[in-house]
């Protein structure tokens, strides 16, 4: 609010609303909402924009799309580090072989310990295909 910074402060309110939002709908009002789950919402904020991106330049509307991509700098600011292909590609390998997982039907197996140790600091999508890849 300081910095007179419209953008942000609006991201932000944004934000503030769905975190409150996902609250109450996981604990009620009084409830907390622990990190894990505030990240989420966060990346599901982040999704929001990248599908408008795509529809507004579908749309031929590339000053909307400017902006989505300005909120969207704003939100992947407040995500952990994301991970790079090689960690995820070594934490994969790491994983099937503690599962002992040797084809694609033990594939959900491998998907919840994978999750589990990346914590959010990787797309579920990009777990999967990486995942997909080294169980052939």
């Known amino acids: 609010m ?5 953008l942000k402060l609006g991201v932000l309110r944004m934000l503030k609303a769905a ?7 996981k604990s009620g009002a009084q409830g ?3 990190d894990a789950d505030a990240i989420q919402v ?4 982040v999704k929001q924009r990248q599908d408008s991106i795509e529809s507004f330049e579908k749309g031929g509307r590339a000053e909307l799309a400017a902006k989505e ?3 969207m ?3 992947q600011s407040y995500l952990p580090q994301a991970m790079s292909a090689d960690e995820i590609s ?5 994983t099937i072989a503690e599962v002992g997982a040797t ?3 033990q594939m959900g197996a491998v998907m919840k310990a994978v999750q589990a140790k990346v914590s959010g600091r990787a797309e579920g999508k990009t777990l999967s295909a990486e995942v997909q890849a080294q169980l052939k």
């Open 103 to 105: 084809s694609k039907a």
């Open 19 to 25: 975190l409150m939002n996902a609250t109450i709908e």
């Open 32 to 34: 907390k909402l622990g």
């Open 69 to 71: 991509k300005e909120e």
């Open 2 to 6: 300081r910095d007179k910074n419209a």
């Open 42 to 45: 966060i990346r599901k904020q």
């Open 73 to 75: 700098g704003i939100l």
């Open 90 to 94: 070594k934490i994969v390998r790491e």
